[in-house]
């Protein structure tokens, strides 16, 4: 049997950070690229999530720190039981919540006001592999949705989200504003939340 060597150890340095799964996309994109091409790929980067039992001001905070407009709500054993867009923070739904509960906004959760796994709707993989960007465009046009979920299949047959779109990136990467009914009615809802 071969002899193994020992590998020679060092000490940690102050602030080491840690490498994270990186997914590049391409800077620019035509409505005829591959709907790949602004889809975020989660086995090629991380999945942000957050607990149903958290505030909604600590999902605000982890979604700017994240830079990022949604996050997964998940389950204690790792299942998505729904998600939460900045817009739901900052809309109408958290209003709703503190009012209708009479609590401060400190005490809204994540549960009390994302969007439920029943009330999802999600894309194929399959669909996804032959699709371009003017396809999601007008997907998410005509859902009124600032984001897309994508689902695979494990080998069992069951779903496992593998991506998202979301209309922020495709903008980005078009280099024209790619705008739904959901902002203007996100607006309006601020808006008359404000003048309340």
Known sequence: MRQYSALPNRPLQSRTGVHSP???LPPKVTLDDPALAVMTDFQKVTAFTVDPD?????????MRRR??????VMSGES????????????????????????????????????TPESQLEVIS????????????????KGK????????????????ILRGLFACSQISRQLGVPVETPEIAQTFAEISVALKA
């Open 22 to 24: 990186c997914q590049v």
């Open 144 to 159: 009124g949705r600032q984001h897309a979920a994508v689902v695979d299949e494990d080998a069992s047959g069951n779903q």
């Open 67 to 72: 830079n990022v407009h949604l996050l997964l």
């Open 125 to 140: 993989m399959d669909d996804v592999r032959y699709a371009h960007v003017g396809h999601v465009v007008a997907t998410l």
């Open 54 to 62: 958290v505030s909604v001001d600590t999902a605000a905070r982890v």
């Open 79 to 114: 299942h998505v039981i729904g998600i939460i867009t900045s817009n739901d923070i900052l809309g109408e739904k958290t209003l709703k919540c503190i009012s209708a509960r009479g609590i401060p906004r400190a005490d809204a959760l994540v549960r009390d006001i994302m």
